[in-house]
Structures are given as C-alpha cells and as structure tokens.
C-alpha cells in the first residue's frame, strides 16, 4: 500500500452520532484491518477526548497539528509535527487538541508475549524526528552501486512492535522484509524502491508506503534519505 503525500490524502469520517460538540470529529484511512493488527492515517479535529487506551499497543507519528496529552506516565507530551510516539496497552491518556492532528499510526491488539526486549513496556516520546541524532552511520552490508551508510535510532520496541527513525545516503541496494511487516514515512530525501515484482515507488517527503514480510527488491536513493518507521514482527 502507498501514499504518495500523507498530508493530501482525504479520510473518511468516523466520528460516532453521539459526539459531543467539545469532542474532537475523527477521519481514519485504514491500510490493514484484520483484527490484530491495524494501520492507517487518522485525523482529529480540535477538542477533548479522554477514551482510555484499551488492550492494545500503539506506535504513532504526528505529520500535522498539536495535541497535548496528559498522561500517568509524567510530564505531558506536546505532540507537534515530527513528533514519534508509543502507548503500553491500558495506557489512559487526555488528549487536549489544539489544532487538527494527522498521525500514521499502527495498533498491535495481538496478545502479549515475552520477546526479551530490554526497553521498558511505558510509553516513549521522541520531539523531532526530522532533527534527531542517529547511531554512527556504517555501510550497507551488500552493495549494488555507490557507498551508501545507513544510521538508525530506535525510540520503543515491545512485545512484537517498534518504532524509529532511519537515514541511508545515496547509493543501490537489495532489501527484504523476512519476518515482519514495515510502514513507513519519508521525512527528507529521494529514493525509488524497486520490487521483484515490477512495482516502482518513488520516496519522497510525506509519501507513506507499506511493505509486508516477504517483499523483496532494491532501494536505490538519490538523495539522502529519513524516514520515520513502524515495524510489526511475527506477521506470518
């Protein structure tokens, strides 16, 4: 599934009958929905929600708008464009919106597991995503054409789910999903992918695609690439 501009794309309206006036109206484009796991853009319009978290994790990224969010993990989030976040299940949280917010996000309702991870299971928050320091950039470990490096910073991982960010510069590449599937969001930079399929995507700021376990093919970046990423283990 690809979104060529997050921020272009129309929603549909999800907001229930009974919505009161100081609730936020909420549009959702779902890209999976199959009961254990769900992706997709969602939008909120200004006002106060205080739905508690049900049984699920989330990892999220804010593309548009503000939204504070009292919550029992600390000092609130003042979630803003760039923002990168994660919810433990039960996970109650006030959301104060104060402009519209669209966000990617991903939802995990599988039941939990022990995968050995060793971040805590609260909640996370990253301010910036397009401005924030990565690990030392090292080389692709197979090369098809130029020198490209690649650094990443993962921000959460648990229970099967995990959020970040990740940069590569210029060069060709194979890649391949095994294991896992991987939405995503481009935040700077140009790159085509390239699948063994025959399918071309071009990458560029605010295109969203998701790639399933089992995909396969080559990045080739022009231009130095970042993404925001959402990884979900163990689809198969």
């Known amino acids: 599934m690809y979104v060529p501009d997050i921020h272009s794309l129309p929603l549909r309206d999800i907001t229930d009958a009974g919505t009161a006036d100081t609730e936020p109206r909420c549009s959702d484009w779902p890209l999976v929905d199959d009961g254990d796991v769900q992706i997709g853009i969602w939008e909120a319009t200004p006002g106060v929600s205080t739905e508690p978290t049900e049984d699920y994790l989330e990892t999220m990224f804010m593309v548009s708008g503000r939204v504070t969010v009292t919550h029992p993990d600390g000092a609130p989030f003042d979630i803003v464009p760039g923002s990168l976040w994660a919810t433990p299940r039960h996970w109650d949280g006030r959301w104060d919106v104060h402009q519209t917010v669209r966000k ?22 990253l301010d910036n995503v397009y401005t924030a320091l990565l690990d030392p ?42 294991g896992y599937d991987e939405v995503f969001c481009v935040l700077s930079g140009h790159a085509t992918l390239h699948t063994d399929g025959g399918q071309t995507f071009e990458l560029i700021p605010g295109a969203v695609i998701l790639t399933p376990a089992g995909l396969a093919g080559r990045w080739v970046v022009h231009r130095t690439i970042r993404k925001a990423y959402m990884i979900v283990l163990d689809r198969g």
């Open 104 to 125: 990617l996000y991903v939802i995990d309702h599988r039941a939990p597991v022990s995968t050995g991870s060793a971040m805590p299971a609260g909640s996370a928050h």
């Open 137 to 178: 950039p090292v080389r692709r470990p197979v090369v098809i054409a130029g020198d490209p490096h690649e650094s990443s910073r993962t921000l959460w991982a648990h229970d099967r789910l995990e959020c970040g960010v990740w940069e590569c510069t210029p060069g060709e590449f194979p890649f391949r999903r095994d």
